[in-house]
């Protein structure tokens, strides 16, 4: 008799994407991803009613090391906000990062805001939690909160000069 295979999980990592862990916010930990999207700029400006409003649409996705979380020339569909950990920001053609990002930081807003493809590849440079925002759940918090769309929009182009 053979041994009874174990249960599926729920989220088995995937080796070729990186993914190590990827679902939704369960309710027992919204407290504590509150608290965790409030040390993040873009969500610290909301409400509290605007966050409860997001977080079931959130994401927690965690990547190895080494993972791409956004491949440049991809179709945007998401933002990313990172809780633990850091990514480098890469363009083709370059041997050096365009630049580095680590807890409290996003992105993924570029090809959200301007309707373009990923203007780079992002990639993990250690095992990094993300907290992830479908394009349309983004696109729904920024007509309802103007000043964030203003905001980022700003960072955005900064960004796109600095590439
Ligand atoms: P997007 O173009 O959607 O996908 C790649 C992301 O890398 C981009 O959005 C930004 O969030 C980020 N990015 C691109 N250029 C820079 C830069 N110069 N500094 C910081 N982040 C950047």
């Known amino acids: 008799m053979t041994a009874a295979a174990p249960p599926p999980e729920e989220s088995a990592p995937d080796a070729e994407s990186g993914i190590l862990d990827a679902r939704p916010v369960e309710s027992r930990e919204i407290a504590w991803v509150e608290k965790g999207l409030r040390q993040v700029g873009f969500f ?7 966050l409860a409003e997001i977080l079931p649409y959130m994401l927690m ?4 090391k080494g993972a791409v979380v956004c491949a440049e ?37 570029m090809a ?11 990639s993990t440079e250690e095992e990094t939690e993300v907290f992830c925002l479908a394009s349309e759940d983004f696109k729904r ?23």
């Not at 610290?44 to 605007?50: D, F, I, P, T, Y």
């Not at 996705?61 to 190895?64: F, P």
């Not at 633990?84 to 630049?99: C, H, I, Y």
Request: glycine fraction near 10%; proline fraction near 4%.
């Open 61 to 64: 996705v965690r990547y190895a």
């Open 73 to 109: 020339g991809d179709a945007g569909d998401a933002l990313y906000l990172i809780f633990r950990g850091s990514v480098a920001v890469l363009k083709r053609g370059r041997t050096d990062p365009v630049a580095r990002l680590k807890d409290g930081d996003f992105f993924g807003e």
């Open 44 to 50: 610290s400006e909301l409400g509290r009613a605007q």
């Open 112 to 122: 959200l805001l301007f309707g373009e493809p990923r203007s780079a590849t992002v």
């Open 141 to 163: 918090v920024i007509v309802r909160v103007p000043d964030i769309a203003e905001a980022l929009r700003d960072l955005a182009e900064a960004r796109r000069r600095a590439q």
